[in-house]
Structure formats: structure tokens, C-alpha cells
């Protein structure tokens, strides 16, 4: 008998397997500073990529419409009982697909269509998900947007007390998608217990921090907590809830047969492999590394004259507000890409411009710190920065030469050289 040998997927799909090896190299020479991104280990990676993508399970661990869960069921109890440890929560759904889907699912569960809810409006750095206009949040729920202060770009407690006592939502966001400060989630959770609200905290962007300790946690305080399981948490594309359990009911019968399908179950068993890496010492220290080297940065921005909203950061966000050079953020953003830059153009509160071409760069440190760079590596990346923002303002509306970008990028593969990128 002929021993079948499957082909790889170079041999099946030269044209993919080739852009995939571009991409793996891209991601490893360009310093990567989009917030809401890192790299994923290889230990993630691979249970992304395994036979649990061939798999149907509506349903949950005991209680599914498909037969075969001998291995399906272990792992999504696996990962639930990790989520749970992880965060100290009481119930923990790993089904959603990503955040949106949680979030519209904590929605579900908890609201009325036509419920007033309220949430950080995304200008001031909110998320399309807390009930912006043209979100599904925004379309089905009678939405109220609070702000943050002119004076200081920090959420306005004040103003968010005013506006619940008067529109008495059913439900309050807390989170961000672009804040570079640390919540306040007792005084959140003060407010909507006041008005008779139900609490949600989106912990998206921060779950990383929270996981290592380096962010105060909601669990405590809100009535459900969602996110993404990707950005500083480190694990695959994918979402999370977690809650009391007198909600755990709801949560589970929005997400599945509410809102979604079969649970992806190759992201279930990535996010398992993610949050047992959370729950290792190694990852407090990173958590803190992050904050450490977000800090360092902006104080090294600010030394170069950059105007940073709020003036620094607590978490692993920073926001580059350009007003004073002039220059937009997609032009701005477009060139720092070319000379091997990755960030994202942002609006900065009570910004001016209009939000598809916007006045401030969203900065984040996730990724970079995955890669083992620390404080002292901060002006560096300051004066990268620094240098490509000049390069912006000079080419305009023009694009920048070659001969211009290319020195940029091999000073960032030079900084970048030492520190090996997780998972390529
Ligand atoms: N798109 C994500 C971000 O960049 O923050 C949030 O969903």
C-alpha cells in the first residue's frame, strides 16, 4: 500500500502560503503599536489551527444538539473553569465570536429592545458597541452618550451621574476602545446602582491588565463583563463573558440560541491555551511591563514637545494628540506605515477634524512588549516616532520618497532585532 501524504499548504495554495509568509515577515520587522493588537504564541497559534475547526457543537458542555463532544466538551469546560480563575468571576461564557457579538449578547440578555442604555461616546473614546448610532447598539436600544471633560479629556463622572439620573437607563457601559486612564469601576457601579442600572464593564482592551493585575477589575463591581480575548490578553481572535450567576442563565441563552451558532471550537481551545498562559507569574510581569513601558513612552513624547490627551497613561494606550503639527491623522498614520510605523488614526475628545480622517494616533504597547522591549527602549521608539511624524508633516498630502522611509525602517528592524516576535 502507498502511504497517502496529504500536501502542505505551500504544495495546495503557493499564491496564500506566500502571502502568509509576507505577512508573518511584516509583522515581524514592523514595530507594531496598533492598541487593540499583539502576537499570539505559538501555543495559541496551534490550537487555533487544529482539528477543532471541523467540529459543530450548539449547545453547551453536556447539554449539545451533536454527537462526538467526547474531546469538544473537556476543552470548552477547560476553558471556562480558566476563564472563571482567572478573573475571580462566578460564571464565564467562552462562546461569543469576538467582542461585538459579546457585546450585543450582554444586551440581549439584559435589555429590552427600545431600553435606554447608556456609554462613553466613541469621539471621546467609547466603542461602536455602547449604543454609537450606527451600531446595531446604537439602532435597537434608545442610546445615551456620556463624555469626558473639556478640561482634563478624563471621563466626567459628573456629567454621567446627571445624565442616568435623567434618562434612568436600563443599563450602563463602562470601557474604551481609545482612554488612556484607569476606571473607576466602584464609582461606575455607585452610579448604576443608584439609578436601578444594570453595570457592563467592556474590559477589551485592558482584560490583559486586569488578568496580571495591573488594572483594577470590574468583576466585582458590574453585573456582566465582556471582551476580546486578542489584544492584551494575548490569546486568538475571539470573545468572552463573564458574570454573576444570577445572570449566567441570560448570558447563556443570549449567546447561544440568541445570537450565535456553533461556538468556534478552535478559538475555545486557543482561548484555554491563553488564559492558562494568563494565569502563569510571568504574565503579571508582563501585564506590569506594558504599563511600564506605555509610561516611559509617553514621558519620552512628552520631553519631545508631543501633546499626549489627558497628558500620559495608565494603561497601555497613548494618544498622540497632532493638532499642533499640523498634519491629519490618516496622513499621518499612512506615512509612519511606511517607514515600518504600525498604529491606527484616532479621534481625540472635542476633536475638530472629522472622525475618517481625525487629529490624534492611537498608540499601544502590547504587542512590542510581547517582543520583550522595556523602558529603556522607549526614547527610541519616541525618536522613530518623532522622525516619522517629520517626514509626515514635510510630504504633506504627498508621499513620502523612499529614499526617505527606508533609513526609518531599518533603524526600526535594527531596534526591533534583538527581541524575537512570539509565534513567527
Ligand atoms: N477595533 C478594535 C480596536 O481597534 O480598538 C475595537 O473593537
Known amino acids: ?37 499583539n502576537y499570539a504564541s505559538l501555543a495559541v497559534l496551534a490550537a ?3 482539528s477543532l475547526t471541523n467540529k459543530y457543537a450548539e449547545g453547551y458542555p453536556g447539554r449539545r444538539y451533536y454527537e462526538g463532544m467526547d474531546y469538544i466538551d473537556p476543552v470548552e469546560e477547560l476553558a471556562i473553569a480558566r476563564a472563571r480563575q482567572l478573573f475571580s468571576a462566578e460564571h464565564a461564557n467562552v462562546q461569543p465570536y469576538s467582542g461585538s457579538p459579546a457585546n450585543l449578547a450582554a444586551l440581549l440578555a439584559l435589555c429590552q429592545p427600545g431600553d435606554t442604555i447608556m456609554g462613553l461616546s466613541l469621539p471621546a473614546g467609547g466603542h461602536l458597541t455602547h449604543g454609537w448610532k450606527v451600531s ?10 456620556y463624555g469626558v471633560r473639556r478640561s482634563d479629556h478624563r471621563i466626567d463622572m459628573d456629567e454621567l ?30 452610579i448604576a446602582r443608584e439609578v436601578g442600572a444594570y453595570l457592563a464593564a467592556d474590559i477589551a482592551h485592558i482584560a490583559g491588565l486586569i488578568a496580571g493585575g495591573a488594572h483594577p477589575s470590574p468583576v466585582p463591581h458590574a453585573d456582566v463583563v465582556t471582551t476580546t480575548t486578542h ?11 463573564l458574570c454573576k450567576e444570577s445572570h449566567a ?8 440560541p ?38 516611559a513612552l509617553a514621558a519620552a513624547l512628552i520631553e519631545r514637545d508631543h501633546v499626549l490627551v489627558t497628558g500620559g497613561t495608565d494603561n497601555h494606550i497613548v494618544l498622540l494628540d497632532l493638532t499642533r503639527l499640523g498634519i491629519g491623522g490618516r496622513r499621518a498614520a499612512h506615512a509612519l506605515n511606511l517607514c515600518g510605523i504600525e498604529l491606527n488614526a484616532n479621534t481625540i475628545p ?47 498630502d504627498g508621499e513620502p520618497d523612499s529614499a526617505v522611509t527606508s533609513p526609518l525602517r531599518g533603524r526600526v528592524r535594527e531596534l526591533l532585532s534583538p527581541f524575537p516576535a512570539p509565534g513567527l
Request: hydrophobic share 40%; with cysteine.
Open 1 to 37: 500500500m502507498i502511504a497517502h501524504r496529504e500536501p502542505s499548504l505551500r504544495e495546495v495554495d503557493p499564491a496564500l502560503f506566500d502571502l502568509i509568509q509576507h505577512e508573518d515577515q511584516r509583522q515581524r520587522d514592523s514595530l507594531r503599536l496598533i492598541a487593540s493588537e
Open 48 to 50: 487555533t489551527g487544529s
Open 136 to 145: 446595531a447598539t446604537g439602532i435597537y436600544y434608545n442610546a445615551v452618550q
Open 161 to 190: 451621574r446627571e445624565l442616568a439620573l435623567k434618562h434612568r437607563p436600563r443599563l450602563i457601559w463602562c470601557g474604551h476602545s481609545a482612554y488612556p486612564r484607569e476606571l473607576d469601576f466602584p464609582a461606575f457601579a455607585a
Open 231 to 241: 489584544k492584551t490578553l494575548r490569546g486568538p481572535r475571539g470573545g468572552l463573558i
Open 249 to 256: 442563565k441570560a448570558i447563556d441563552k443570549a449567546v447561544f
Open 258 to 295: 440568541g445570537l450565535q451558532g456553533g461556538p468556534h471550537n478552535h478559538s475555545t481551545a486557543a482561548k484555554a491555551v491563553a488564559f492558562h498562559e494568563a494565569l502563569q507569574p510571568s504574565f503579571r510581569d508582563y501585564a506590569h511591563a506594558i504599563v511600564a513601558n506605555a509610561r
Open 350 to 396: 472635542f476633536d475638530p477634524r472629522k472622525p475618517f480622517d481625525p487629529s490624534g494616533l492611537r498608540i499601544g504597547l502590547a504587542a512590542i512588549t510581547s517582543r520583550g522591549l522595556q523602558p529603556e527602549h522607549m526614547p527610541a521608539v519616541a525618536r522613530l516616532l518623532d522622525d516619522a511624524l517629520q517626514v509626515a508633516a514635510r510630504v504633506g
